[in-house]
């Protein structure tokens, strides 16, 4: 069974500077995608940032970027120029990339991160 | 165009009765999944959908289930609901059959159990 984990539950940084929030996964599947979503207050949930498991360039977002180690199972976010409105919890997770396996999310714990002025 | 809508938005029920919530995916969306949301478990899968069929199905006990209608439109039930049922239920809507196209999430519907 895949695992998804956040290590870090909640953090803090000043806006307009950079922050990065962990996260590691365990599989044995070759062909996966890696994702982060945000959920607001509001508690809808976007994505950020889509990677997939056989591109090696790292995904990029505007402001959002990963760094995805595949042989360390790594897969960290950084925000740049955080702003008052990525205050939220984030989430990471995990989907198999085989048709048979559907459209499965396995998420991380979450870690809220709080943008302070 | 329209997002997933998801009613009701709040329900509150008590222990031992059943309860369906409703999800109506984005226009031309053929996936739906639904998704748990608790403070103690966080976000767990229950069951996908795509073209009226069960695709994927999570851990969850015989008291939950779904379906899809030929519309997309999907609904979940939870009968004999218990106190641990409270939650926030996620349900997401896709265009593709994998991962290649982004999951677009509902508000959610708040279920409290009394």
């Known amino acids: 069974a895949q695992t998804v984990t956040q290590s870090q539950p909640e953090m803090s940084v000043q806006e307009a500077e950079t922050v990065t929030l962990s996260c590691t996964y365990d599989?044995?599947?070759?062909?996966?995608?890696l994702f982060w979503y945000k959920q607001p207050p509001s508690r809808q949930m976007i994505l950020v940032i889509r990677?997939?498991?056989?591109?090696?360039q790292n995904a990029t977002e505007n402001r959002f970027s990963v760094n995805f180690q595949k042989a360390a199972k790594s897969f960290s976010l950084k925000i740049s120029d955080s702003q008052l409105g990525d205050t939220a919890m984030y989430f990471c997770a995990f989907m198999k990339g085989w048709m048979e396996y559907g459209n499965k999310l396995v998420f991380g714990a979450g870690t809220i991160l709080r943008v302070k002025s | 165009k329209a997002g997933v809508t998801q009613t009701p938005r709040y329900l509150i029920k008590t222990r031992g009765q059943q309860v369906t919530l409703s999800c109506s995916p984005i226009?031309?969306?053929?996936?739906v999944s639904w998704y748990q949301q608790t403070p103690g478990q966080g976000l767990q899968f229950l069951f996908e959908y795509f073209s009226e069929t069960q695709r994927n199905k999570g851990n969850f006990p015989g008291r939950f289930s779904g379906r899809q209608f030929s519309n997309s439109r999907s609904e979940m039930n939870v009968s004999t609901l218990e106190l641990g049922d409270s939650a926030l239920y996620l349900c997401a809507s896709s265009l593709a059959e994998r991962g290649e196209d982004e999951q677009f999430f509902g508000p959610g519907t708040r279920l409290t159990v009394l």
């Open positions: 990677q997939e498991a056989y591109k090696q």
């Open positions: 226009s031309g969306h053929r996936s």
């Open positions: 599989t044995s599947e070759n062909n996966y995608y």
